[in-house]
């Protein structure tokens, strides 16, 4: 068979580069946005931002907020080791976040940056009148502390990892653990949740109502306080329901974990991508012009380009190019957000009237028929977007869920079941709780029809803890 050459003709979708870059920046994040738009301000010269004295940004027809650059582009608005074995390790004290030598500057540290639980026991220990040896013994106790201030490594462990030439017994170590337990919050230092609690009301005046039960119950009887077995509770420490109901309102305001209040938490802030607010009665949604970045073509550049000829600045012509896609893209961007957003707010009124009860059931193909494009892009779109409402922030993703048949021949969707199964909780009486099969009738009797597994997962869901834990004196 002789070697032949042939032609054939197919389709094939391709995707460019500029559409890439579409799809690309549909699904970033507010935040990710900015930081793909410094850097191409960064790496492309004819790119410029829109400074803030340019003045208000002109309106596009519709809702779409956007502004026209010069060039007539659409552009977005917007701990150290030892030397020796035999030699104590030196305790990290320090002082200065309480004794600044600038008083101007001490406020602002410690306004920037609390003291870690490490940091703030160490300097209270440096401010004790222990001996130096027991000051190094409670350090070695402090870095053994974990997140929650409970010493989770046993003493015996402890002590087998000293040198035997520190000359260390293990009723030292007994000794540093008190000292550190009273060192500063009650509580810290505790091996157990029974120790903890303990010690934070063995720290209360001995003229506390029902310091001595509440003592006897987080010793001895932790359990069945946690099971809620009351007649159990009260036969064992022959005491009435007053005096049980005392205790139980004093163990539940200690702190299971002290060492909490030492969190170094970054808080997480969210830009809303979109605003909603009701204008005449109706609700309409609008970009937020501080997610939008401002960007526009540099026009000097842009002059003489066409001036002199892509020929003779090829690289510079690219990057023009480049840089009238990259904001038409972001255009693009925000006019699909915006768009998919009113969607939403349309299908949602009634959310945004009477809160979660209001909330229908919504899937990304009902949007996706609306607005005529493709289940993914809708799904790119609801992806890490938000949307500020009179009721709080919240994802695109949280107005879309499952619905359950109703009565009526309706759906009521899932998030309105919680919240009516949350209504449910927070009414109840203590005394006498609803189970998963009442809430699941009393749901039924609204004409909503769900089973009492449902009802229990979504209780789960939601962290509400069963009957018998929801019981009550």
């Not at 929650?148 to 520190?166: G, H, K, R, T």
């Not at 540099?298 to 002059?303: G, H, L």
């Not at 480049?322 to 006019?335: T, V, Y």
């Not at 109840?428 to 009797?445: F, G, K, N, T, V």
Request: proline share 6%.
């Amino acid at each position: 068979m002789k070697p032949a050459l042939q032609l054939r003709q197919s389709q094939q979708l391709l995707l460019t580069p500029q559409l890439q870059q579409a799809i690309r920046l549909l699904q970033l994040s507010t935040l990710e946005v900015n930081q793909e738009s410094e850097r191409m301000l960064e790496e492309n010269p004819l790119l410029e931002r829109l400074d803030d004295e340019t003045g208000a940004i002109p309106q596009r027809a519709g809702n779409a907020e956007a502004s026209t650059a010069d060039n007539g582009e659409p552009t977005p608005a917007a701990s150290e080791s030892r030397n020796d074995e035999n030699e104590w390790p030196e305790p990290a004290f320090s002082s200065a976040a309480y004794a600044p030598d600038d008083e101007d500057e001490g406020y602002g540290e410690v306004a920037a940056e609390r003291p870690g639980l490490r940091e703030h026991l160490l300097w209270q220990l440096n401010m004790s009148q222990l001996e130096a040896r027991d000051k190094h013994l409670v350090a070695l106790l402090v870095d053994a502390l974990d997140e929650n201030a409970y010493l989770s490594q046993p003493l015996a462990e402890i002590f087998d990892m000293l040198p035997p030439e520190l000359g260390v017994t293990p009723e030292d170590l007994e000794t540093a653990l008190v000292q550190l337990q009273h060192l500063d919050a009650p509580g810290i230092g505790a091996r157990d949740l029974r120790e903890c609690l303990a010690l934070q009301l063995h720290a209360l005046p001995e003229d506390v109502p029902g310091r001595e039960l509440a003592l006897a119950i987080a010793t001895h009887h932790l359990d069945l306080m946690a099971a809620h077995d009351f007649s159990k509770l009260k036969r064992l420490l022959h005491c009435d329901d007053d005096a049980l109901r005392c205790a139980q309102i004093l163990i539940t305001r200690m702190q299971p974990r002290p060492g909490q209040a030492f969190e170094q938490r970054a808080a997480d802030y969210v830009v809303p991508d979109v605003l909603v607010a009701r204008t005449g009665g109706i609700w309409r949604a609008r970009l937020n012009p501080e997610a939008m970045p401002r960007l526009r073509v540099n026009q000097v550049y842009a002059n003489i380009l066409q001036q002199r000829g892509e020929s003779s600045a090829q690289a510079l012509s690219t990057q023009l190019q480049e840089a009238r896609w990259f904001i038409k893209n972001l255009q693009q961007r925000f006019d699909t957000i915006l768009r998919v957003a009113q969607a939403i707010v349309e299908r949602q009124r009634q959310f945004f009237e009477h809160g979660d009860i209001g909330m229908r059931p919504l899937v990304l193909r009902e949007i996706a028929e609306q607005l005529e494009l493709h289940e993914s892009t809708i799904s790119r779109v609801t992806t890490q977007k938000f949307m500020h409402t009179p009721r709080g922030i919240y994802e695109f993703k949280y107005f879309f869920g499952s619905g359950l048949a109703t009565e009526a021949g309706g759906a009521c969707s899932s998030t309105a079941i919680r919240a009516l199964i949350r209504q449910l909780v927070d009414e109840e009486d203590a005394r006498h709780p609803h189970s998963d099969s009442r809430m699941a009738e009393i749901l039924a009797q609204q004409g909503i029809i769900v089973a009492r597994r449902t009802v229990a997962k979504y209780r789960e869901s939601m962290q509400i803890p069963p009957v018998n834990l929801r019981k009550s004196l």
